[in-house]
């Protein structure tokens, strides 16, 4: 897609192929209107194009000779294009020049900890990471050893909307599988990577996961089920029977 509001000025090289002092063009992008039913139904509109697209720029005078295209202002959302050297020679045809502005890529990383104990990590929990815009799965994520994961593959922060402007794409991460002896985190945590510059091509978000460490609600009842019953003396076991967890007595609960 065209992006809108790119300054970019043309230099003229000269014959040791270095920029003359002064740019001897230069416009915004975008600030030629957009192709229209008309110009659909006319032919008009290029290949790659379509219908509401912005128009590229057009120079209808450059003398023949060596230059370069370079971007003076990047829009906010994009990384500064690398400038494009190129040549006009007359041969009556109409020469196209492309400049691209990338979108900067994002990267995740997960910390899993115990909620009550944060110098504690986590190994073997399992997240999905979502593109929530597109609803699209992107990676499974598990903590190694360290409770950390880090996502495989880098994902773009945003779009070009119709309007040729940046837009970000929302991000969420939810836990599918808690570590052992853990239980599940149900937070949704929701996110768009925060754009920097025109110069950071790469960002990175960290989300710091919390877990509960697995829960047992014990009351002695009587036989209706309806009244708690205090004194009893009660005992938790671990699975084989042998080890001792906890033993209690039981209160009357309001």
């Not at 600030?31 to 139904?41: H, L, N, R, S």
């Not at 109409?94 to 890529?105: E, G, H, L, R």
């Not at 945003?158 to 149900?186: H, Q, R, S, W």
């Not at 919390?210 to 036989?223: A, E, G, M, R, T």
Request: proline residues 4%; glycine residues 6%; contains cysteine.
């Amino acid at each position: 897609k065209p992006v809108k509001d790119a300054f970019l000025e043309i230099y003229k090289l000269d014959n040791k192929s270095k920029r003359e002092q002064k740019p001897v063009y230069a416009f915004y992008t975008g600030a030629d209107g957009v192709y229209t039913k008309k110009d659909k139904e006319e032919g008009l509109i290029p290949a790659g194009f379509e219908e509401g697209d912005l128009k590229p720029h057009k120079i209808k005078y450059i003398e023949e000779g060596e230059y370069e295209l370079v971007e003076s202002k990047t829009p906010f959302g994009f990384v500064k294009a690398d400038s494009v050297k190129f040549t006009v020679k007359d041969s009556r045809k109409v020469q196209t020049i492309k400049m691209k502005d990338p979108i900067p890529k994002g990267e995740l990383k997960i910390v899993k900890k115990d909620r009550n104990d944060p110098g504690k990590f986590l190994e073997g929990a399992e997240f999905e990471y979502r593109n929530k815009t597109l609803g699209t799965l992107i990676e499974v994520l598990a903590t190694d050893e360290n409770g950390r994961a880090k996502s495989s593959k880098s994902v773009d922060i945003g779009y070009v909307d119709k309007n040729g402007k940046f837009k970000p794409y929302i991000y969420e991460v939810k836990e599918k599988n808690a570590p052992k002896d853990y239980m599940l985190n149900t937070e949704v945590f929701e996110f768009c990577y925060e754009y920097k510059d025109e110069n950071t091509k790469l960002l990175s978000i960290s989300y710091d996961a919390l877990n509960d460490v697995n829960q047992v609600k014990i009351s002695k009842k009587s036989l209706s089920g309806k009244e708690e019953l205090a004194g009893a003396k009660l005992r938790l076991y671990e699975k084989t029977g042998k080890k001792l967890v906890e033993e209690w007595i039981s209160t009357k609960q309001e």
